[in-house]
């Protein structure tokens, strides 16, 4: 409560309501045969109960304001795309124990608390380069992800279908239900980080640096305690929140509500909504739709940004300058880091805006094999986020995250990292349907990288 306090009152500008986007160009949305069967649809939805509550938004949105002042790391992370049939035990607490040992890691190193956030409990929507996809003479609608409709190349799997809609709510209600007991349970205790040992990872050669890790962590732990004379309950239970890319417009404007006691509207399907980089034309469906609610809200920025044009995002988003409200996420590339961001930095720098700066090393770094198989370097994930780092020094700025396409499977996805996938690896275990993702051991690597690009110590 002391956080909300904390937050200067804005008002929701006047010409702005939850279906004010309708005006405006909406690019990447379905198109669905029968608008009766998506109104009554969406009516359906209007009605459910939302997967979030406004005091938890406006906690995150304090949380963030501390990443951008220095004060805590941003770790952002989960699958490309989520799939109705990832919905299951396994593959949701592996994400979970992944996400916990990064941010373990992270805390350990940078001497930081880690803000958490899964790209989880509705990550269903996806842009796509082009609306149809052939194959042998046959062209079907575009995979859009499975709020929209299926990936199998069949006409019945293509067909945007709106009853999709329900079935995300409800599968985005189940990962957040079984995601808060894991953790209110206490799967999240420091006390145990065993907890989150992936079974087939023993062998990892980065193992025995994390176990000596956790030993530490638990001799600092049981230290404090004695001093203290007791447990201390904060080690008990850690914040995890949610995000996805707020894309299919029809869906998030369902979920934007007024709560009693609060003003303005929330979008209660996620905490931490984004507007992906594909979308984000200044006067588009998505700015439109993002300036009016009160959560964090996160834009994707590239290479083809310009700084005048990031100063009127930045404008339209956060015109009161609040902190905590706008995270900027910038996906470049590699090679192109160096040169593309710091404009971007010192324009914003110069402007005064508040925003907190956070690195995706993923999206600039997609690259298809002569196969036609999309992978990534994990050089060139680590050479982006290492150079983000210091750019962001020599810049006078500070890079407060990290946003990761990531999962607790031991996939094959993306090339080198510990183990040095090579190509014939990604045979083995290919598994997303979108882009690919770190696996277990990549993403903990990574996490040990930014630790030594930091200058902290991963393992003490
Ligand atoms: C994504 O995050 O999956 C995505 C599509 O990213 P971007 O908008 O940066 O291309
Ligand atoms: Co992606």
């Known amino acids: 409560m002391q956080r909300e306090r904390s937050v200067t009152p804005v008002q929701v500008a006047d010409d702005w309501t939850p279906s004010s986007w309708r005006a405006r160009p ?13 109104a009554e649809v969406l009516a359906q939805l209007g009605e459910l109960p939302p997967l979030v509550t406004s005091w938890e938004i406006l906690s995150l949105k304090s949380l963030l304001a501390e990443a ?18 990832d919905c299951t035990s396994p593959l949701i607490s592996n994400r979970l124990k992944v996400m916990l040992q990064m941010s373990l890691v992270l805390t350990h190193g940078l001497r930081l608390p880690i803000v958490r956030v899964g790209r989880f409990a509705g990550q269903y929507a996806k842009p796509r380069s082009a609306d149809s996809e052939s194959r042998d003479g046959i062209s079907l609608p575009c995979y859009r992800g499975d709020i929209v409709n299926g990936p199998a190349f069949t006409a019945s799997s293509r067909r945007a279908d709106p009853r999709r809609l329900l079935k995300a709510h409800a599968r985005s209600a189940m990962t957040m239900n079984f995601v808060r007991a894991l953790i209110d349970g206490g799967f999240a205790d420091l006390h145990h980080p065993e907890y989150w040992d992936l079974a087939w990872v023993e062998h990892s050669p980065l193992h025995a640096e994390y176990r000596r890790m ?44 007024q709560v009693p006691r609060q003003w303005g509207w929330f979008n209660m399907s996620t905490h931490f909504p984004w507007i992906g980089m594909r979308t984000a034309a200044l006067d588009g469906a998505h700015v ?12 994707k920025i590239g290479t083809s940004t310009k700084p005048d044009q990031l100063l009127r995002l930045i404008d339209a988003l956060n015109p009161d300058n609040e902190s905590g409200r706008l995270t900027l996420i910038h996906r470049m590339g590699a090679r192109q880091i160096a040169e593309a961001l710091p404009p971007l930095l010192a324009a914003v720098r110069a402007a005064g805006r508040k925003v ?5 090393p993923m999206h600039g770094n997609t690259e298809s094999l002569g196969s036609g198989i999309k992978t990534r370097r994990f050089e060139n994930i680590r050479g982006e986020l290492e150079q983000a780092f210091d750019i962001h020094a020599a810049a006078g700025t500070r890079l407060g995250g990290v946003h990761l396409e990531l999962t607790g499977e031991n996939v094959t996805e993306c090339l080198g990292g510990a183990r040095d996938l090579t190509e014939s690896d990604l045979n083995r275990a290919y598994r997303s349907s979108v882009d690919p993702r770190l696996n277990y051991e990549q993403s903990i690597e990574l996490a040990m990288l930014i630790v030594r690009k930091r200058g902290g110590s991963p393992a003490t």
């Open 68 to 85: 951008a002042d220095g004060r805590r790391f941003l770790l952002q992370g989960g699958d490309c795309a989520e799939s109705f049939d």
């Open 356 to 360: 907190l700066w956070c690195c995706d």
């Open 214 to 257: 956790v030993e530490s962590i638990g001799d600092s732990l049981r230290f404090m305690e004695t001093l203290a004379g007791r447990p201390v309950g904060e080690f008990q239970r850690v914040d995890f929140h949610t995000s996805h890319e707020a894309l299919l417009l029809h869906y998030e404007e369902s979920l934007t509500r």
């Open 288 to 299: 439109e739709y993002c300036r009016g609610i009160r959560n964090p809200v996160g834009v």
């Open 26 to 38: 909406a690019v990447q949305q379905p198109t669905y045969e029968d608008p009766g069967e998506l």
